[in-house]
C-alpha cells in the first residue's frame, strides 16, 4: 500500500472550486473524505470544520497546516458560433493553518487561517466574451480566533470570530461604439468580520451530530483602484482613472453533519449544507468620478440558495496509516438566465480520495486528491447576450501536516 | 524502481483526462446547397462605410461574413472584386491618379479628435463618386465574382445592361453591357442572397424628398423588376434568401440633427421681431388666409424653450393670396433633417434667423411616401419569398428594434444613435462592421429557419468598432 503514497504526492496539481466561489479545501484530511468535518474531531481543523470539537482533543496543543494546489480548466462553447474556448487559469494555492489550545477540561482556544472563498478565471483578452471578463482573481483570507466550551461530556459548543481579508481583480475590455478595445482594470482589498459558530452532540458511542453556521461576510470594497488602458487619446478624458467601491457578499453556511462509528477501524459521514446565496443579488460598482461614459454600474447576479451533499468514510488501516474516500453533490447558485463567465460554476459532483500518516506519537502527514467534475450546462448572461454551453474540471491535490503534544 | 515509475506516469494521465469535453456541434446544410453563393444587392452587399468603399468593409461585408460561416458546409471560394493598394488620403481624390489601380481607395468620412472631442471629418466636397468619370481600371476577366453588389443599384439596375456603363462600381467588374443578373449567374450559384430595395426610397430620402429630383420607385414598377430578378436568379434551382428594407426613416442620417434649439430671452426676442412682419401678414384681412394655412406657418419663439427651427417648404398650399409670403414654417417633432444638414450653418443661424433650404428637410408629407413605398416594397418582397419558398430576412424589424429599443451582443450595446449606436458606420446610412456582422447573423437565423440547415453565427465581439483615425 505505501506504494501508493508516492503517486500521489508527486500529482502537480491542476485546479478549482466550488459552487459560486467558495473553496472547500479547509483541511486535507477532510478533503480526503469528501470535504465533510462537522461531526467528527480530526484534529486542530475543527476550529474551522466545528468550533465546538476543539476540546476533543486529546493533546494540549494541536497544530495544523496545509495547501491545496488546484488545476482546473473551463470549457465554452459559443451558444450562437458553435466555437469553443477555454480558460487559462493560473494554478491555484489556498491553503490552511490551525492551533488549538486545551486551556483545562471544559475550555479550549483555537486560531485558525483560511481561504474559504476565491476565484481565478482567466479566459485571456481576446476571447468572445471579453467584454464581460477576461480575468478575475477574488480571495478572502480569515482569521479566526476561536473558543470552545465543553457543556457535558456529550455536549460541547463552540464560536469563533473572523476578520476577513477580502481581495478582488477584475479584467475586462471595454465595448466602445468606436476605437480599439479598451481595457478597465479594477482592483481593491477590505476587511470584513464575520464569525463561525458550532454545536457538537454525542448521541451514544458510536454516534455524533455537528451543526455550524457560518456568517455571512460582506466584503465592502472601498477606494479601490480603477484603472483604464489603451483608450483612445480623444475619449481619454472620458475614461479618467479613479477609485471604485463595491460589495461582495461572502454567504452564510449553515451545515449539519452525522458521523457513525461503524467499527474501531472505520467511520462514516454524511453532511448537508445550506449555503446562502441568494444574499449576491448583483455586483454593483460606484465609479469616482463618474463621466458620461463611465457611469455607475449595476450588474445583476441573481444567485440562489444552493445545498451541498456530502458522503465520506475513513479506514483506519492500522497506527500508521488512515485512508479515506468521499463524495460530494455542490449545486449551483447561479440560474439559467444570469451565468455569467466571471464565475462559471455548474453543479459539481466531487470524488475525493485521502490518506493519513502517523510518524511516532507528535507527527503526522495528510494527502488528498479531489477529481471535480463541473458538469455540462447550457446558460446564457442574459443582460449581455451572451451564452453557450459550460463544463469544467478540477484536480485538486492537498497536502497538510499536523502536529500535537 | 520500474513499478515506481509506471505509478508516477498516472498523475499525468489524470491530467490529460482532465480537459472537460463539450461535444462539438454537427453542420448539415439541411436542404440548401451552399457550394457555389452569390450576393446581389447595392452598397450595403457591395461593403460600403462612410460613404465609401475601403478593403476592409468588403472583407468585412455580411456577404463575406455569410460565406465563412458556409465554408463548414461545403461552401465555395467567394470572390469579391476587391480594392487593391494603400488607402487615399482623405478629400483628395487626385491621389487616384496616375495608378488608378494602386489607390483604388475613396475618400470616405473619418472620425478623429478635435479641439472639442472625437467628431467625423466630412471629405470636402463630399464626393458622389459612383457618377464621378470612370477611373476604374476593369476587372472582369478575373472574374467571375460571387460578390455582385453594386452601390446606387436600384432595383431595376440589376437587369439594366446600362447599368454596366453608368454605375462605375459595376463598370469595374462587368463586360460591356453584361447585366448584375449576367455576373451573378456566371457563377451558376447554387445559393444567392438578395438585399435591394433601399434605394429605391433612399435617393429620394436622402437628398431630400420631393426637392431631390429622384424619384421613388413605382410599386408596379418594383414589383414587375424584383419578380424578374427572382426568376433569373432562381432559374437553375438555386435556394436563397431575400431580405426586406429597413425603414430608411430610422437610420441615424435621418435622427441626428436636432429640429431645434433652445434660445436665450435676447435671441427670441429679436427673432420674434425679426418675424413679426409675416406673422402679421398672415394674419392680415386683406389677405384672407384660412386660418389653418396661417396656424400651421406662424412662427413663434419662446426663450428658455426648445424651439423649432424655420426650414422651406414648397409643399406649402400655394394660392394666389400667399403670393409675396415666404413658403416657410416651423419644423414639426415627427420630421426630420438630413445628417449633411450643415453644422456650420446651423450654429450661423439656419433654422432661426434664416429658414433651412428644404433639400435638407423630410417633412410629413414626403415621409408618409417614404413609409408608404417601403412598406408596399416590403410586402412584394415577402410574398415573393414565400411565393418561391425563398428564406425572408426581416431587416425592417430587425433594425427597428436596433433604432428603438437597441440590442446587446456579447455585452456591446447597439443602437441606431448617429456614432455613440456602433451600429452604423460614419455615413449613418450603412451598418458599421459591427452592424454588419448583427445583419450577416440575421440572415444565418433566417436561412437556418428555412432550410433546416445550422450555419453557425459569428460573435459580434469579433468584430472591431468604428475605427479612429489618428
Redesign the interface.
Known amino acids: 500500500m505505501k506504494?501508493?503514497l508516492?503517486?500521489?504526492l508527486?500529482?502537480?496539481p491542476?485546479l478549482s472550486f466550488a459552487g459560486g466561489f467558495q473553496v472547500n479545501l479547509q483541511g486535507t484530511k477532510q478533503t480526503g473524505m469528501g470535504h465533510l468535518g462537522t461531526s467528527f474531531h480530526l484534529g486542530a481543523s475543527s476550529a474551522y470544520f466545528n468550533p465546538a470539537m476543539m476540546g476533543l482533543d486529546e493533546n494540549k496543543f494541536s497544530f495544523e497546516a496545509g495547501g491545496s494546489l488546484i488545476?482546473s480548466?473551463?470549457?465554452?462553447?459559443?451558444g450562437?458560433?458553435?466555437?469553443?474556448e477555454?480558460t487559462d487559469n493560473p494554478i491555484g494555492t489556498p491553503f490552511y493553518l490551525f492551533g488549538t489550545y486545551k486551556i483545562n477540561d471544559k475550555l479550549s482556544a483555537g486560531l485558525a487561517v483560511y481561504t474559504p472563498f476565491g476565484s481565478t478565471v482567466v479566459w485571456g483578452d481576446d476571447w468572445?466574451?471579453?467584454?464581460?471578463i477576461q480575468d478575475i482573481a477574488l480571495s478572502a483570507v480569515f482569521i479566526q480566533p476561536t473558543l470552545s466550551y465543553n457543556i457535558s461530556d456529550k455536549l460541547r459548543v463552540g464560536a469563533g470570530f473572523a476578520i476577513v481579508q477580502g481581495q478582488v481583480e477584475i479584467n475586462k475590455a471595454l465595448?466602445?461604439?468606436?476605437?480599439?478595445?479598451a481595457a478597465a482594470s479594477l482592483k481593491g482589498s477590505a476587511t470584513a468580520f464575520g464569525f463561525n459558530a458550532g454545536i457538537h452532540y454525542d448521541v451514544n458511542e458510536k454516534i455524533s451530530i455537528g451543526l455550524t453556521h457560518r456568517s455571512k461576510v460582506d466584503v465592502e470594497l472601498e477606494e479601490g483602484d480603477a484603472v483604464y488602458s489603451d483608450v483612445?487619446?480623444?475619449?481619454a478624458s472620458s475614461f479618467p482613472d479613479g477609485k471604485f467601491s463595491a460589495t461582495l457578499p461572502l454567504p452564510g453556511t449553515t451545515t449539519l453533519g452525522i458521523a457513525y462509528n461503524v467499527s474501531e477501524k472505520l467511520l462514516v459521514s454524511v453532511e448537508g449544507s445550506f449555503v446562502q446565496w441568494s444574499d449576491y443579488q448583483s455586483l454593483d460598482f460606484d465609479f469616482e468620478p463618474n463621466t458620461s461614459s463611465l457611469k455607475d454600474s449595476e450588474n445583476a447576479r441573481k444567485y440562489e440558495d444552493a445545498m451541498i451533499f456530502r458522503v465520506g468514510a475513513q479506514y483506519s488501516y492500522n497506527d500508521m496509516f488512515d485512508f479515506r474516500a468521499g463524495f460530494y453533490y455542490d449545486q449551483s447558485p447561479i440560474q439559467d438566465e444570469y451565468f455569467n463567465p466571471e464565475t462559471p460554476n455548474s453543479d459539481n459532483i466531487g470524488l475525493t480520495l485521502g490518506l493519513s500518516g502517523h510518524i511516532g506519537e507528535r507527527f503526522g502527514f495528510d494527502a488528498s486528491f479531489l477529481?471535480v467534475i463541473?458538469t455540462?450546462r447550457d446558460s446564457e448572461y442574459q443582460?449581455?447576450?451572451?451564452g453557450g454551453?459550460y463544463?469544467?474540471?478540477?484536480?485538486i491535490t492537498g497536502l497538510g501536516l499536523n502536529y500535537n503534544f | 524502481m520500474k513499478?515506481?515509475k509506471l505509478?508516477?506516469l498516472?498523475?499525468a494521465a489524470?491530467?490529460f483526462g482532465?480537459?472537460?469535453?463539450?461535444e462539438?456541434?454537427s453542420?448539415n446544410g439541411g436542404s440548401a446547397d451552399f457550394s457555389v453563393y452569390v450576393a446581389v444587392g447595392n452598397s450595403l452587399t457591395s461593403g460600403i462605410q462612410g460613404e465609401s468603399l475601403t478593403l476592409e468593409g468588403q472583407e468585412y461585408c455580411y456577404p463575406n461574413i455569410i460565406a465563412t460561416q458556409l465554408e463548414p458546409l461545403g461552401g465555395g471560394e467567394f470572390k469579391q472584386p476587391l480594392l487593391t493598394g494603400e488607402p487615399a488620403t482623405e478629400g483628395v481624390f487626385t491621389t487616384f491618379y496616375p495608378d488608378p489601380r494602386s489607390n483604388l481607395v475613396l475618400p470616405s468620412i473619418v472620425?478623429?479628435?478635435t479641439p472639442t472631442?472625437?467628431a467625423p471629418v466630412f471629405p470636402d466636397p463630399l464626393m458622389d463618386w459612383y457618377s464621378a468619370p470612370a477611373f476604374f481600371e476593369n476587372i472582369s476577366a478575373e472574374g467571375p465574382y460571387n460578390n455582385v453588389g453594386a452601390s446606387g443599384a436600384r432595383v431595376g439596375s440589376l437587369n439594366d445592361p446600362a447599368f454596366s456603363s453608368s454605375n462605375n462600381w459595376f463598370k469595374r467588374f462587368s463586360s460591356p453591357g453584361e447585366t448584375v443578373l449576367e455576373a451573378a449567374m456566371k457563377n451558376n450559384p447554387t445559393f444567392f442572397s438578395l438585399w435591394i430595395g433601399a434605394n429605391d426610397v433612399l435617393g429620394y430620402s436622402t437628398s431630400g424628398g420631393d426637392e431631390s429630383g429622384r424619384l421613388i420607385t413605382s410599386i408596379s414598377e418594383f414589383e414587375a423588376d424584383i419578380s424578374e430578378a427572382l426568376d433569373t436568379l432562381t432559374r437553375t434551382g438555386a435556394k436563397g434568401v431575400i431580405a426586406n428594407i429597413p425603414s430608411v426613416t430610422g437610420i441615424a442620417y435621418f435622427n441626428t440633427v436636432p429640429l431645434g434649439t433652445i434660445l436665450d430671452a435676447a435671441s427670441a426676442n429679436a427673432l420674434t421681431q425679426g418675424y413679426a412682419d409675416y406673422n402679421d401678414a398672415l394674419e392680415n384681412p386683406l389677405l384672407g388666409i384660412p386660418a389653418a394655412e396661417a396656424a400651421k406657418r406662424k412662427i413663434t419663439f419662446t426663450a428658455g424653450q426648445f424651439n423649432f427651427f424655420i426650414v422651406t417648404d414648397t409643399t406649402l398650399q400655394s394660392d394666389r393670396r400667399l403670393a409675396g409670403v415666404p413658403s416657410i414654417r416651423q419644423i414639426t417633432s415627427n420630421e426630420h433633417l438630413i445628417l449633411q444638414t450643415p453644422q456650420d450653418s446651423l450654429l450661423s443661424g439656419w433654422g432661426t434667423a434664416k429658414p433651412i433650404p428644404g433639400n435638407y428637410h423630410i417633412n410629413t408629407d414626403e415621409l408618409k411616401k417614404i413609409n408608404d413605398a417601403t412598406a408596399e416594397y416590403n410586402r412584394i418582397i415577402k410574398r415573393e419569398a414565400d411565393v418561391r419558398g425563398l428564406a425572408h430576412y426581416d431587416a425592417y424589424a430587425a433594425f427597428n428594434v436596433i433604432s428603438s429599443t437597441g440590442?446587446?451582443?456579447?455585452?456591446?450595446?447597439l443602437n441606431g444613435d448617429y456614432?455613440?449606436?456602433?451600429m452604423f458606420s460614419l455615413d449613418g446610412v450603412h451598418p458599421s462592421t459591427r452592424g454588419h456582422a448583427v445583419a450577416a447573423?440575421g440572415f444565418i437565423d433566417a436561412i437556418n429557419a428555412k432550410y433546416g440547415s445550422n450555419i453557425?453565427?459569428?460573435?459580434v465581439?469579433?468584430y472591431?468598432?468604428?475605427?479612429?483615425t489618428p
Open positions: 506504494k501508493l508516492l503517486p500521489l508527486g500529482i502537480i491542476l488545476a480548466s473551463i470549457q465554452f462553447q459559443n450562437n458560433t458553435g466555437v469553443s477555454s468572445s466574451g471579453k467584454y464581460l465595448p466602445l461604439p468606436v476605437g480599439n478595445d483612445e487619446p480623444a475619449l477529481y463541473g455540462e443582460p449581455a447576450n451572451f454551453k463544463a469544467s474540471r478540477s484536480l | 513499478k515506481y505509478l508516477y498516472l498523475p489524470l491530467l482532465c480537459e472537460p469535453d463539450i462539438d456541434v453542420t472620425l478623429k479628435a472631442g472625437l440590442i446587446i451582443e456579447d455585452g456591446i450595446s456614432i455613440s449606436g456602433g447573423n453557425q453565427s459569428v460573435s465581439s469579433n472591431p468598432s468604428v475605427e479612429v
